[in-house]
């Protein structure tokens, strides 16, 4: 079993900047990928970012060149620097782990962006 911890999120105005952070715990492997997905109200579930292991990452084209994934393998911790932000990027954010067996989540922790 895996357990996710996120923390970070809050209340911000238009233009302003977050830094999520997802802890990780239990029976992790170095080889996992890692990322965060969101949820707006009334939507589904969607990708924001991954990274993998080696420190590939992949952003959804709303978030290119305003959010950048990072990952510290030692510490088994996932960031989400978030810059510029607008009001729809309101929304749940979840962290996540995956390999090919299984696929965990974080409980998400909310942002809101308004002015």
């Known amino acids: 079993q895996v357990q996710l911890v996120e923390s970070g999120g809050g209340l911000v105005q238009p233009g302003g900047s977050l830094r999520l952070s997802c802890e990780a715990s239990?029976?992790?492997?170095?080889?996992?990928?890692m990322g965060w997905y969101r949820q707006a109200p009334g939507k589904q579930r969607v990708l924001v970012a991954t990274?993998?292991?080696?420190?590939?990452?992949n952003y959804a084209d709303a978030v290119k060149g305003r959010f950048t994934i990072s990952r510290d393998n030692a510490k088994n911790t996932v960031d989400l620097h978030m810059n510029s932000l607008k009001p729809e990027d309101t929304a749940v954010y979840s962290c996540?782990?995956?390999?090919?067996?299984?696929?965990?989540w974080g409980q998400g922790t909310q942002v809101t962006v308004s002015s």
């Open positions: 239990g029976s992790i492997n170095s080889a996992d990928n």
């Open positions: 990274i993998t292991s080696a420190g590939s990452t």
């Open positions: 996540t782990l995956w390999n090919l067996a299984n696929r965990y």
